[in-house]
């Protein structure tokens, strides 16, 4: 069982470079996030989509944008990276925004 | 602002032993909590939930308490193993929104 995938693993860009991270799911889940991990910070939400067709900023939307393509993708781009998005991104999927929610295994991006 | 705080960032415990982790939260409108485990290189994986209506939950090894008066939660791992050794975040949701704390480091020494 995959679960919840996100493309790629590793990243390194230069700053100003645009990425897109990958992320999906196989479990048929309605809600699906982005956040990222810092030291000494825990996880933040970047973005959100409740159900497919919509999105919502979460606490740390700046700098990102996303697209729920269908039910089971959910993608991140950075278009103009920096130096401070340099983190850990994780993919997550839930059935509703009120069940535990299944993570990919992250993607460590680092901007230069 | 941070809405949920974990204030121990690590914790060391003797295998066997009972292992407490605890997080405070600020926001009286959560209505559901989590605990999530994390190994390195590794996304979170769910390891035990609680809805504001309950005070208690048990599942196996683990228990979680609720204090909703004090904003509190805690997890109990009884008894500690060596393979508990990880990451721990707990979670509150409002309105399909997660907020993570900053995670407690547990050490469970053999």
């Known amino acids: 069982n995959a679960g919840v995938t996100q493309t790629p693993k590793f990243q390194v860009l230069k700053t100003g470079q645009s990425m897109t991270l990958q992320c999906a799911q196989d479990m048929n889940h309605n809600s699906m996030y982005w956040y990222r991990q810092d030291p000494g910070m825990g996880l933040r939400l970047i973005y959100y989509s409740a159900s497919e067709g919509t999105t919502d900023k979460g606490e740390v939307p700046n700098g990102y944008n996303v697209s729920r393509l269908n039910k089971r993708e959910f993608s991140l781009r950075l278009e103009s990276a920096a130096p401070s998005q340099t983190s850990v991104y994780f993919c997550a999927s839930s059935q509703t925004g009120r069940q535990p929610q299944h993570f990919g295994d992250g993607t460590r991006l680092s901007i230069l | 602002d941070q809405q949920v705080k974990q204030n121990s960032p690590s914790l060391s415990v003797q295998e066997g032993r009972i292992s407490i982790l605890n997080c405070d939260y600020t926001n009286s409108m959560f209505d559901y909590f989590l605990w999530y485990k994390k190994y390195p290189a590794e996304g979170p994986t769910f390891l035990i939930s609680?809805?504001?209506?309950?005070d208690k939950n048990e599942d196996g090894r683990f228990t979680v308490f609720l204090n909703k008066s004090a904003k509190h939660l805690s997890l109990h791992i009884v008894p500690s193993q060596p393979g508990d050794s990880a990451v721990y975040f707990c979670?509150?949701?409002?309105?399909?929104?997660?907020?993570f704390g900053t995670g407690t480091s547990l050490t469970v020494i053999p």
């Open positions: 979670a509150a949701t409002l309105h399909d929104q997660f907020y």
């Open positions: 609680i809805s504001s209506i309950k």
